[in-house]
């Protein structure tokens, strides 16, 4: 099946929920992608082959907590690099950076191991989906201070109205657009 074949495919399986996890909200939820073994399957199969094309001289996957988690482990596997969380502040041992952010619906902070970055190494972040753009922005700050170059940011879903990849000054790419 073609790249748009297969990204249809998994475009039909997303779901949308109207004023979750508030009022005003349409929520794009990603698991029912994963509930279909066929479409999650898919759905790696075109975030690998993209990186292996536009990112080959990645060395590390960083995924930011939680949705991230779903796919960059599966990606870095297949890419045989290594894969370091982004998490919630006050979840990771020992030293790390942390840089306070807004997201579409809130705010939080996110925390990245200091032991987990290397300098210079080059970095795909992976995401679920971009609204606002403030967790990838605040990711890229952590990578930064880590000393570490982000080669891209790249996403499953981008909610284009709302404009958060102008936040980002590092290229990003993402497979599906409301
Ligand atoms: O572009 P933004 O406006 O920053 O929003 C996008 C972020 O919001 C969601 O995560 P959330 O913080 O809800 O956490 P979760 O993945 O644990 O549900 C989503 O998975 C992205 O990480
Ligand atoms: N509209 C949305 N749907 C799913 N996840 C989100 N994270 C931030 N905004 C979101």
Redesign the pocket.
């Known amino acids: 099946m073609s790249t748009d074949g297969r990204l249809e495919a998994v475009k039909a399986l997303i779901t949308a929920h109207p004023d979750f996890?508030k009022k005003g909200i349409l929520f794009r939820n990603?698991f029912p992608v994963l509930r279909d073994p066929k479409g999650f399957h898919t759905l790696c199969d075109l975030m690998v082959e993209h990186i292996q094309s536009k990112c080959s001289n990645v060395e590390l996957i960083v995924g930011?907590?939680?949705?991230?988690?779903l796919f960059g482990p599966i990606v870095a596997q297949r890419l045989n690099i290594g894969f370091a969380p982004v998490r919630?502040a006050g979840k990771l041992p020992g030293e790390t950076f942390k840089v306070s952010?807004?997201?579409?619906?809130?705010q939080?902070s996110f925390e990245i191991e200091k032991s987990s970055v290397k300098l210079g190494q080059k970095v795909v972040i992976i995401?679920?989906?971009?609204?606002?753009?403030?967790?990838?922005?605040?990711a890229c700050e952590l990578i930064e201070m880590a000393g570490a170059d982000v080669v891209e940011c790249y996403l499953v879903i981008e909610?284009v109205d709302?404009k958060?990849r102008d936040k980002i000054n590092k290229p990003v790419t993402s497979l599906i657009q409301y």
Do not use: C, N, Q, V
């Not at 995401?127 to 922005?137: E, H, Q, R």
């Open positions: 996890p990603i930011l907590d939680s949705r991230g988690f919630k952010y807004s997201l579409e619906y809130g939080d995401d679920d989906l971009i609204a606002t753009g403030g967790s990838m922005k605040a909610l709302l958060g």
